[in-house]
Structure formats: C-alpha cells, structure tokens
C-alpha cells in the first residue's frame, strides 16, 4: 500500500485544518494508522493513532482535546482534524501505517514499513 497525505497549509492560530492519508493500492484494513510531525530542528513524534481493526485511538498527551483522528468507512482515507492550532503545531506531518499493528505499539516509528510524504503545516499570524 502507498499512502499521500495531503490537507496541509498556512493556517492562523487558532484555526483548523483537516490532514488526510490516502491509501493506494489496498486499504487501511487490519492496518494500524499513525500521524508523525517533525519541527525544524527537532526529531520527529508521535501525534496520533488509530487501530482500523479494533477502532481504538491514541493521542500524545499535550494534543488531546484538540486533534481527533478518524477513519472513512472504506477504510481507504484516514484523518486528521487539527483545531486551535498553535504556532507550536508548524511541522511537516507524515502518516505511516503497518499491517497488523496494534495500538500499544503504534508509537514506536520503527514499526512503520509505510509512510507517506508529508505535507507542511504552518500556523502563523
């Protein structure tokens, strides 16, 4: 499976913006979903994850409350809906997703054997 993300932007803060992860050539079936983000300069963390086949999701504790992931019925596209972005979320957000992964595993970026290209998120006045 291939994956585009896509839905990036210069935003204000305080506003929105909605991430998506396509999948080409398969779906998201069985498959655990993560969104990464890498700051300039700084190394690249875990943002969000989502389980298609249990449903389950997991956020990074500082994002709860204010990014939701989410999967289409197709299993084909996965999202990400960004609100009260600060300019401490500029970052180039990358998906990644492996066949059979389980939730207490999606942190770890090693277990990825698929990721996406990135698209650039800057929020800024």
């Known amino acids: 499976v291939q994956l585009q993300a896509s839905g990036g932007g210069l935003v204000q803060p305080g506003g929105s913006l909605r991430l998506s992860c396509a999948a080409s050539?398969?779906?998201?079936?069985?498959?655990?979903i993560g969104w990464f983000r890498q700051a300039p300069g700084m190394e690249r963390e875990g943002v969000s994850f989502?389980?298609?086949?249990?449903?389950?999701?997991y956020y990074a504790n500082s994002l709860k409350g204010r990014f939701t992931i989410s999967i289409d019925k197709d299993k084909t596209m996965v999202y990400l809906q960004m609100n009260n972005l600060t300019p401490g979320d500029t970052a180039v957000y990358y998906c990644a997703a492996d066949r059979g992964l389980i939730l207490s595993s999606m942190t770890d970026q090693g277990q990825y054997d698929y990721w996406g290209q990135g698209t650039q998120v800057t929020v800024s006045s």
């Open positions: 989502i389980s298609t086949t249990s449903g389950g999701t």
């Open positions: 050539g398969g779906t998201f079936d069985y498959f655990g």
